[in-house]
């Protein structure tokens, strides 16, 4: 949920299957940014990165990932 109170709209699982991490190249999956927001995260165990997602729309952008702990 936004601050708002309303959903994110979920990402079809279709655009998921082709999407990438643009870091690691590895595969995406949906989770969770440290602030509680939606996100898409990178599957690989080494460097399990997570990118916002915001209004649906994912934000595969290097500068806008958060490394996972």
Sequence with gaps: MTD???SEPAIE?????I????VT???LRPGTMPDGGPAL???N???PIA??????VP???EHEAVMLN
């Design 4 to 6: 708002s109170g309303v």
């Design 13 to 17: 699982m279709n655009l998921l299957a």
């Design 19 to 22: 999407l990438r991490c643009p």
């Design 25 to 27: 190249g590895a595969a």
């Design 41 to 43: 995260v990178s599957a």
């Design 45 to 47: 165990p080494d460097r």
């Design 51 to 56: 990118y916002p997602v915001r209004s649906g």
């Design 59 to 61: 934000l595969l952008l």
